[in-house]
């Protein structure tokens, strides 16, 4: 591994702890229905936030890995397609699975009016547009990527401005999720708000969740000045310290208590910034095992309420106790062993395949005639 990448295993291990926040607490609805369920919501229910932190990380990547853009068309069309190539495939792939566990076979696809559905969502569109913040999808898990998504197009299109980028990226999303919004009635930071747009996509856009993408990409665009540094190793290891331990004290002190860039998004902006900073003065080097989480994140967080539901189907008819810490311990084990494999199979072979085919068409249509000649 090179110095750069081990540089930044520290982000790759925050999307490890982002992840293993959002599968415990989605683990929590084994406990619904019993004495326990208190404990477990009061417990597990602020790994949501871990969403939250996805997108301040994924803001902070973006920019961090774009800093070489020359600007040009070639470059956000190349960006574009290697992010479609990463996201879409497996995420297609998960879908079905979800839909083939969820009612045990094709049932879904019996209604019309739900293949329209899938269709819409493995578009990336949302569903029931007036219903922020989870918009209907076909797999639940989706609605974050449709935010991701939108997010790339966003910022395809800012890198065509060259040096200029970060001030149209700005620009952007501070005239559509405060400008457009203000039009429309108050301004409001609340992400489950409809505002009632007859472009329905527009809800998606006005949505105040997406300044947590430009909180991560602020922070990326600081860790790369100069200037963005402390010199005393003592006061960074303080920062270091602190920076980790806001994430338990903010998930469990009441000042927020649901997504947002006002609540748990701005918790995850100060954590982030935090060990940023520290960073880069101090070697920040996160346990091994959260690192090799962040590798597979993204297929964990796909496909852990997948697994989740077929082992629990499968425990109860075994006879299993399934309303305990022991099946959570249980389904989460499961579930990041089939995300090793995911990662393997859809992460790496089917996304490269699908990269591969998109690349080798772009550039034989870009051949020119006499070329294509035998």
Not at 116 to 122: G, I, T, V
Not at 172 to 180: E, N, P
Not at 313 to 330: M, P, Q, S, V
Request: aromatic fraction near 16%; charged fraction near 10%.
């Amino acid at each position: 591994m090179s110095d750069t990448r081990k540089k930044l295993d520290w982000i790759q291990s925050l999307r490890g702890v982002a992840v293993m926040l959002v599968v415990l607490t989605h683990a929590r609805y084994y406990f619904l229905d019993t004495p326990n369920w208190g404990m477990a919501e009061q417990i597990l229910r602020p790994g949501a936030m871990g969403v939250d932190l996805f997108f301040v990380i994924s803001g902070f990547i973006m920019v961090h890995t774009t800093r070489d853009s020359d600007g040009s068309a070639a470059y956000a069309g190349y960006f574009l397609l290697k992010r479609f190539a990463r996201i879409w495939p497996a995420y297609a792939v998960v879908t079905v699975c979800w839909l083939l566990v969820a009612y045990e076979g094709f049932a879904f696809f019996h209604d019309p009016a739900n293949v329209h559905k899938f269709f819409l969502s493995l578009a990336f569109y949302p569903v029931d547009v007036h219903s922020p913040l989870y918009f209907g999808m076909v797999l639940p898990l989706g609605w974050t990527l449709v935010f991701e998504m939108y997010f790339y197009l966003v910022f395809a299109a800012s890198l065509l401005s060259g040096r200029w980028r970060w001030v149209v990226l700005a620009g952007w999303m501070a005239f559509t999720v405060l400008a457009i919004p203000s039009l429309k009635r108050e301004l409001t930071f609340n992400v489950l708000t409809d505002f009632g747009f007859g472009f329905g996509y527009l809800n998606l856009m006005t949505n105040p969740i997406i300044l947590e993408f430009l909180m991560g990409a602020c922070i990326a665009w600081l860790y790369a000045q100069s200037w963005f540094q402390i010199t005393s190793k003592t006061v960074c290891r303080h920062l270091l310290f602190l920076s980790i331990t806001l994430l338990p004290w903010f998930a469990y002190s009441g000042l927020g208590d649901f997504h947002g860039p006002l609540q748990w998004g701005a918790a995850m902006a100060l954590m982030v910034l935090g060990i940023a900073l520290a960073s880069k003065t101090i070697p920040v080097v996160p346990p091994q095992v959260l690192v090799w989480l962040g590798t597979i994140s993204y297929s964990l967080y796909l496909t852990h309420t997948t697994t989740q539901a077929l082992v629990t189907r499968y425990a109860e008819r075994f006879g299993a106790y399934t309303h305990g810490w022991t099946h959570i311990f249980l389904t989460t084990v499961i579930a990041i062993s089939i995300a090793a494999v995911a990662h393997h199979y859809l992460e790496g072979r089917l996304s490269h395949a699908v990269r591969n085919a998109l690349l080798s068409l772009v550039s034989r249509r870009r051949q020119p005639v006499s070329a294509k000649a035998p």
